[in-house]
């Protein structure tokens, strides 16, 4: 498994495919890789007691390399080409003749937003945040141990969501799976339960509550911005889960350690930063317009 996941591949790269798809003087890459603040830190010494130089280059500068080469091959000359992933993917989340789009863009707002959030060095919580968790969690810790529950148990890639809820302030945790999004506004594709759990359907045809578990309106039915029932959220940190994030520094087994360690390399002033937005309190922090 390993071996697979550092080998390298053969055949065409996304980047040679993009660059014979055109003239080299049409081409022009729109959508680029943000630069992490402290990238080439971790570029040089890795993410201390958590990710080796190695298993960063592999998930962050080779892998979002690829996810954002796909989308220029996939936007080029369109009127999606200049579209940052986040409008990307709640444009095109209840389109399923273009999921290799929404996939894309999404997993490359994911895998940034993951990123963005790392620190050097162990960030403690601020105190305003730490009253916001007992207030929504009984307490930072309790909050800590059902959110690497949440992760530890998701079986399969992707994400693990800390969001607040936009009227309230109330943090809660949300799952995605594969390249779901968070968003409100892309609640088609929001897969939050794990298919491999869910009972087969009793008749050949679903009904429109039968489809509620997925998210996606009936056939024919209107769109909406919310999922129904739903409220806005604000995401304000993930975790991922892919397994090739871990695997490499941690072994076959250790996804757990590897959570823990997370946890005390998340910038919580970003975080609390992004939780003030939700409240009034100020703007958010600011992410590259090209990938978030």
Known sequence: MLQRLVRPQSGLSASSIVKASLPRFQYRSLHRVPQLANERLFKEH??????SPE????AWTQYQSLLVEKLNLMTQDTVDADLDTLALVKKYAKRRETAHLFNYASMAHNN?????RLSPVQVKIPEKLKSDMTESASSPESLKQDFLATASAQFGPGFV??????QTGLLRILSTYNAGTPYPEAFARQQGVDMNNEPAPPSGKRSSQDLSFLGLPASGEGTHDLAPGGLPLTPLLCVNTWEHVWMMDHGIGG??????RWWDRVDWNAVEDAHKATQGYGAGPKLNKRIL
Do not use: R, T
Request: net charge negative.
């Open 55 to 58: 298993a960063f280059d592999f």
């Open 112 to 116: 940034h937003f993951f990123f963005h």
């Open 255 to 260: 996804k757990d350690e590897y959570l823990e």
């Open 161 to 166: 969501w800390l969001v607040a809820q936009k």
């Open 46 to 51: 890795g993410i201390s007691e958590f990710m």
